[in-house]
């Protein structure tokens, strides 16, 4: 499995991560550093816990980690449920959005944890 | 985590709760600077206080726990002088009104993420460059009123001195003179508010003071050092210096007339032998009609003649020079002039013991410059709106 196959396959955006940061290597140092990232365990907790706060500062960071990363399709469902936790008020889009939110991020994880074990 | 600072590389602070987001920070500015970091507002300004006093540049995140980046900032401006360590925020929170609220707490620049890292080394670099000039040109500035001070204080010194010398006079009367004039301006405040004076105003009332006799040059030898007492002509003559001193600083050029040293030693000359009864000479001036800067010159000419050794006098102690001024056996003062002599009994003892040269303290200067410097930002935040 390639960089850019691992990327296509989880929604990220492969040219604009290499452009950014200039070589693969580093992309790949930060993507295994990505699986060691808190944000998404620290968001699924506080949403536990009804955490609301808690949860934007986790969706925040998880944004924008996805934002440096390229990680397209992460970074668009984790800023709208950062929008939503803006102002920590509960809606019922909340949860629904978080499934969007986790199922990409166990995608991105997924096919991060393939490429690490194919190299 | 302390590291000491051996290279000449400058150091960054990067705050970021998200190990990831320092590692892609400090994987592009490691090469060049030195880097700590810190996971919140508050873990920063820790470390602030110890191995990051030295901080050259902050990297700031908005959106962490604990202390997010406003509050840093709010804490920050409190903290320390505002200009001390610039600080450029990176934040995926890119709402304008984020954005703003962050300059008005005085960022430095803000960056939105994602970034390209090359351009966050850019602004980085940029912005350090722009600080270290900055702290540059203040330290110019700082030297260059210190050598203003010296030279002009240096004329001024060697000016008196050759009117001193041909009277004949002792050599630290001048000296005690301008010590005195500054010790008044320095107390009279904290007796009266009635004589509001800038800082400014103040050191040019000290330097002038030296001047004060200048007008001697214009009296002939014979009359000046004649060691008997003067016949009541002689006197006469005698009393001319004043009007003689205002009339050499009024024939200066135009531009020189104008300046504000010019001005103050002209009422120096002119009336420092004013009486506060309107008994003196030359225009018989009556309390505060004498201009201040005279009024306290009168005054430390007479202390200082009093409390000095004399051909024909021995000096006298403080107390005795202080009695004699109160008691009116001297001339006629401001009272509040004498309230304040009274006042300043252990300081002047200790002042006119050490006979050294006047000089712009470390701490004047950098009143001075602070002073600039705000004047500065007033202007770059004027500009901003």
């Given at each position: 499995?390639?960089?850019?196959?691992?990327?296509?396959?989880?929604?990220?955006?492969?040219?604009?991560?290499?452009?950014?940061?200039?070589?693969?290597?580093?992309?790949i140092k930060f993507i295994g550093m990505f699986l060691k990232d808190e944000s998404f365990a620290n968001l699924e907790k506080a949403l536990k816990e009804n955490n609301l706060p808690e949860a934007f500062r986790a969706a925040h960071t998880l944004k924008g980690i996805c934002g440096n990363l390229s990680f397209t399709r992460l970074h668009r469902s984790s800023h709208g449920l950062t929008e939503l936790l803006r102002g920590a008020k509960f809606s019922a889009e909340i949860p629904l959005l978080f499934d969007v939110v986790k199922k990409d991020y166990e995608l991105a994880k997924e096919n991060i944890q393939n490429l690490l074990r194919s190299m | 985590m302390t590291t000491v600072n051996v290279s000449n590389k400058q150091k960054i602070l990067i705050v970021d709760d998200s190990e990831l987001n320092r590692a892609i920070l400090k994987d592009i500015l490691n090469d060049q600077f030195l880097i700590e970091e810190a996971e919140n507002g508050k873990e920063a300004l820790l470390l602030l206080d110890k191995s990051c006093k030295d901080a050259d540049l902050i990297l700031l995140d908005i959106v962490m726990p604990h202390m997010d980046g406003f509050a840093f900032m709010r804490r920050l401006r409190r903290k320390r002088r505002q200009n001390s360590v610039p600080v450029i925020m990176i934040s995926a929170e890119n709402m304008p009104s984020a954005v703003v609220q962050a300059f008005d707490l005085g960022v430095s620049d803000f960056i939105s993420r994602p970034f390209d890292p090359e351009i966050v080394r850019r602004r980085v670099l940029n912005t350090i460059m722009l600080y270290a000039k900055q702290k540059q040109l203040l330290r110019m500035v700082l030297e260059q009123v210190y050598e203003k001070e010296q030279q002009s204080g240096l004329m001024v010194s060697m000016l008196s001195h050759i009117v001193e010398f041909r009277n004949g006079e002792s050599g630290p009367h001048i000296l005690h003179i301008q010590k005195i004039t500054d010790l008044f301006l320095k107390y009279l405040p904290q007796i009266t508010d009635k004589y509001p004076l800038s800082r400014e105003e103040s050191a040019l009332i000290g330097l002038a003071s030296a001047l004060h006799d200048i007008g001697k040059i214009a009296i002939p030898g014979d009359i000046l050092n004649k060691p008997g007492r003067l016949t009541d002509e002689e006197y006469k003559t005698m009393k001319t210096h004043t009007v003689a001193g205002a009339q050499i600083l009024k024939q200066l050029d135009k531009i020189h007339q104008q300046a504000k040293l010019t001005q103050v030693s002209y009422?120096?000359?002119?009336?420092?032998?004013?009486?506060?009864?309107?008994?003196g000479y030359p225009d018989g001036l009556k309390g505060d009609d004498i201009p201040l800067s005279a009024q306290i010159v009168a005054l430390a000419d007479v202390y200082d003649a009093l409390t000095s050794q004399r051909v024909y006098k021995p000096a006298f102690s403080h107390e005795k020079a202080v009695q004699m001024i109160t008691e009116g056996q001297c001339g006629a003062f401001n009272p509040l002039l004498l309230e304040c002599l009274v006042q300043m009994e252990a300081v002047l003892k200790k002042e006119l013991q050490h006979s050294s040269v006047r000089k712009t303290g470390r701490r004047e200067r950098n009143l001075i410059a602070a002073h600039i410097l705000n004047k500065m930002n007033v202007e770059s935040q004027r500009s901003e709106k």
């Open positions: 499995m390639t960089l850019k196959e691992c990327y296509d396959a989880f929604g990220g955006d492969y040219a604009e991560v290499t452009a950014r940061l200039r070589n693969e290597e580093r992309v | 009422q120096i000359c002119r009336w420092h032998h004013e009486r506060w009864d309107g008994k």
